[in-house]
């Protein structure tokens, strides 16, 4: 069976050692806590305001504050930060946490544009950082929809005992 990230690599069509980038400079030193706050709230606001319904929709059980919280801490920690995020909600679990939502390839794509237009509101990130930032979400996204995918598989098979990989 293909694994997650070869699906992830496959999909985003971002390579192996562009999708990891982030891990090669300390994007909070370099871009300040501000800059991620400033960042998710873009993003959510845009998220929050989409004209298309389907996608909308699937935020409409969160709380945008919180969703802005949850994934600037999220982002911060991953991104050379202090760990907020694991320290107020533990383990960061994407895939598990993603279980409730349709992330669908197509989702995914619309997520895509409202981060890459968020990227492009926020005056402090600049080219590079911004280049690093993309492939890791492009991978990310690619990697929760290989996820999403792959549980909802299972949970066919365990309602289905006849049902043959
Ligand atoms: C692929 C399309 C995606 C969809 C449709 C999606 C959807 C969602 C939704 C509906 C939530 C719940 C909002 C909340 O209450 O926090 C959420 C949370 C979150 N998402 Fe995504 N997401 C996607 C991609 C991503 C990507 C690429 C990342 C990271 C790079 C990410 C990171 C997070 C984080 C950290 C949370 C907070 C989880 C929690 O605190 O429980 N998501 N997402």
Redesign the pocket.
């Known amino acids: 069976m293909q694994s997650l990230q070869q699906k992830a690599l496959e999909w985003s069509g971002v390579a192996g050692e562009d999708a990891f980038a982030i891990d090669d400079t300390n994007l909070y030193q370099k871009l300040g806590h501000q800059t991620f706050v400033d960042l998710s709230t873009n993003f959510y606001n845009r998220v929050y305001a989409d004209d298309q319904e389907w996608?909308r929709s699937?935020?409409a059980n969160?709380?945008k504050e919180?969703?802005i919280q949850?994934?600037y801490?999220?982002?911060i920690q991953?991104m050379g930060g202090p760990p907020l995020?694991s320290q107020r909600?533990g383990h960061?679990a994407?895939i598990g946490?993603?279980r409730?939502?349709?992330?669908t390839r197509e989702?995914?794509e619309?997520?895509?544009q409202h981060?890459q237009n968020a990227l492009d509101s926020v005056p402090k990130i600049d080219a590079d950082s911004k280049t690093c930032m993309q492939n890791?979400?492009r991978h990310?996204?690619?990697?929760?929809?290989a996820g999403n995918q792959m549980m909802n598989e299972q949970q066919r098979c365990a309602h289905n005992p006849q049902h043959k990989q």
Do not use: G, Y
């Open positions: 996608f699937i935020f969160s709380n919180d969703a949850n994934q801490e999220f982002f991953r995020f909600k960061p994407l946490r993603h409730p939502f349709p992330v989702a995914a619309r997520w895509l981060m890791f979400f990310t996204a690619f990697f929760l929809v």
